[in-house]
Structure formats: C-alpha cells, structure tokens
C-alpha cells in the first residue's frame, strides 16, 4: 500500500497530500505521517512545490479537526441526554472548558495520539469554535 501511496503522492501532488492529512485528521488509517514525511523529500528534491504542499497540507489538517470538532458538536445533545445528569459528566466538561487551549494546542504536535478525541470532546463540550481553530492553527 505505501508504494502505491507514495506514488500516487508523486502523481498528484499538494491536493493528494491535503486531502490524505484531513483523513488522517479525522481518524482514518491512511498512513499521514509516512506520507508527510515523504512530501518533505519529495519537497526537497524539487518533485513537489514546499511552499504549496506546506499551505494545501495544513489547509487538510486544520479541516479535518474542524470536521471533527463539529461531530462533537452535532452529538452534543444526545450526549448531554446520556450523561448530563452525573456530576462526573459535569466537572469533566468544566475541567476541559478551563484546560481546553492547552489540551489542543499540545495535542496538535505533542500529544498527538489524543488529537481526535480531544476535537470531539472540545465540539461536544460546547467550547467556542473560535476559540478551537486559533488553537488549533497555532498548533
């Protein structure tokens, strides 16, 4: 699969780069970091534009956070009628509204692997949309 990728990445360019860091921005097992590593050789020996691939590719992945920070948005309700009532629930939410820019920021380039969840939970939380993409982009 990472050869056929790879070759793909070198057939068509920036927007394949973009739209494969959305998927993986939102779950999906593509295999976004072999290929981001292999834009930035490939950017490197002129097969690539890095400028483009640079832009198209963080255009990807801020999209796919914003896509799954709107899935939590959109489940907000079902949730708070599954949970709303448990003071677990509760101070979890008022725990994250009060960490929520540190927990997006450093899960965008440190924390990676809780990335997803902390979208979903951001959207879910009722935490301003605003708020969520200056972190996110800063990350």
Request: hydrophobic share 50%.
């Amino acid at each position: 699969m990472s050869d056929f990728l790879l070759t793909q990445v070198i057939n068509y360019g920036s927007p394949l780069v973009g739209l494969i860091l959305m998927l993986g921005a939102l779950g999906l097992p593509v295999g976004a970091s072999a290929v981001l590593i292999a834009a930035g050789a490939f950017s490197q020996q002129g097969i690539l534009s890095w400028p483009s691939t640079a832009l198209i590719g963080l255009a990807g992945a801020i999209l796919g956070d914003m896509f799954s920070f709107g899935m939590g948005h959109y489940a907000k309700d079902a949730m708070q009628r599954q949970f709303g009532k448990s003071p677990t629930w509760r101070n979890a939410r008022i725990s994250f509204q009060k960490q929520a820019g540190l927990a997006i920021f450093f899960t965008r380039w440190l924390i990676t692997a809780i990335a997803i969840p902390t979208n979903l939970i951001a959207g879910g939380s009722g935490y301003k949309f605003t708020r969520f993409l200056i972190y996110d982009i800063s990350g």
